[in-house]
């Protein structure tokens, strides 16, 4: 099930850390997943946060996950739908004529 808005910012994460291995495994379903909670991310996360008295910055790279995303839908546009295709990737040649055909026998027609 991929993530939603019941999941906790550290689900979130564990979630897109679980399925950055889409490529590896060439998996659609991973792929989705993380473009999933990527998304969550990048709208749960600010840029940036301030803390404390003395204003300590943290700064989050939303970049970096915006392009991780943008990368995911890219392969699952292209490898993505090709993997999941009905359509057998492997076809079988027929046979069915070698005898006839093959070994510098005659073809049907006599030549």
């Known amino acids: 099930m991929p993530a939603d808005s019941n999941y906790s910012l550290a689900e979130v ?3 897109f850390d679980d399925n ?3 490529l590896e495994e ?3 379903a991973k792929a989705r997943k993380l473009i999933t909670a990527g998304t969550i991310l ?3 996360m600010p840029s940036s946060t301030e803390h404390g008295l003395s204003n300590e910055r943290l700064a989050f790279n939303l970049e ?3 392009q991780s995303v943008d990368d995911a839908r890219k392969w699952l546009a292209s ?5 999941e295709s009905t359509v057998p990737a492997v076809r079988y040649a027929d046979l069915s ?3 006839e055909w093959g070994h510098g026998s005659r ?3 006599g030549q």
């Not at 490898?79 to 993997?83: I, S, W």
Request: hydrophobic letters at 25%; a positive charge.
């Open 107 to 109: 073809r049907r027609d």
């Open 79 to 83: 490898e993505g739908r090709y993997l």
């Open 26 to 28: 060439r998996s659609p």
């Open 64 to 66: 970096m996950l915006k």
């Open 97 to 99: 004529d070698f005898r």
């Open 13 to 15: 994460q564990a979630e």
């Open 20 to 22: 950055a291995s889409y």
């Open 42 to 44: 990048i709208r749960r």
